[in-house]
């Protein structure tokens, strides 16, 4: 897991430092530097399902208006905690898929936060990265 998260880091920093940087072209915006990010601040984590006591299973979202964007993805952290507030899980995502499985069911789940490692999601069919401005995160109780 550790090598997939490593090789993810490695894809964005290097395609980051592989971006050409250019003149702005007449009548462009040239105050915006040619290396910022796309942005858009409406996107949100979405809860798809999650059977986390049962089986094990979240499912999870980059959404924007209450809908699942299916090409965004983010690296993200999983936290779990007992009704006591005691952290009982804690593992972190590449975001290579949103469909998780934990290891073994969690039936004393009963709150889950998720927060992105990076301010920022991926498009996962250009490989580029879209700014959220604040690394998202998204908390929900386990009925």
Known sequence: MKHVFFALAMTLAFGALGQARTAPAAGSNASRPAEALPQDLSLELGLRSE???????????????????????????????????????NSIWTGRSLDLRFKKPLPNAHRVVVKAVNAQVVNKLS??????????????WVE
């Not at 490989?127 to 929900?140: A, M, R």
């Open 51 to 89: 059977a986390i006591k049962e089986a094990g299973i979240l499912r999870l979202c980059v959404a924007k208006n209450g809908q699942c964007i299916e090409n965004l993805t983010l690296g993200f952290t999983v936290r779990v905690y007992d009704a006591k507030g005691t952290e009982i899980w």
């Open 127 to 140: 490989g580029n990265p879209i700014s959220t401005g604040k690394p998202l995160e998204l908390e929900f």
